[in-house]
């Protein structure tokens, strides 16, 4: 019996989930699934330039575990790319590492949304648009407050 996978940490979700060759409907094409840790890892080794020491303690996961999910990731971009297949981004055991708290002015209600999917339109309770970030997230001000000589 194989010990369970280890939950990756990502820190955010694509803008994107699906990517498919122009001009060929969607139901004419097979599928390859890259999942949202696959996704994070080709983010974090490929976009953003991280060796794999750093991007594996990025993801809480150890550097050969990154690097399986690296190559797996690589694997599936490429033949989706060369056989001309659809590319869905889904799944995966994986955890938000960060999100954003809100709070609405008008019902007191508090809730969380993972960073990247942008900011919501309206209180999930009470529907009203009257809501700001948490106290405890909100950016430091520049440049306000008491001076000091």
Wanted: one cysteine or more; glycine letters at 8%; proline letters at 5%.
């Amino acid at each position: 019996m194989s010990r369970p996978k280890k939950v990756r940490c990502v820190r955010f979700l694509p803008k994107t989930k699906y990517f498919k060759p122009q001009g060929v409907p969607l139901i004419d094409l097979e599928e390859v699934v890259l999942n949202i840790d696959e996704f994070e890892a080709l983010n974090l080794a490929d976009i953003e330039g991280r060796d794999q020491e750093s991007a594996a303690s990025e993801m809480e996961i150890s550097r050969p575990t990154f690097q399986r999910i690296l190559s797996s990731a690589r694997k599936k971009v490429a033949e989706a790319i060369v056989r001309g297949k659809a590319l869905r981004i889904e799944g995966g055991n994986f955890i938000m590492t960060t999100m954003k708290k809100f709070e609405c002015a008008v019902c007191g209600h508090v809730w969380e949304i993972s960073f990247g999917t942008g900011r919501p339109t309206a209180c999930p309770s009470c529907g009203s648009g009257n809501f700001h970030r948490a106290v405890e997230q909100r950016e430091p001000s520049v440049g306000r407050g008491r001076r000091f000589r």
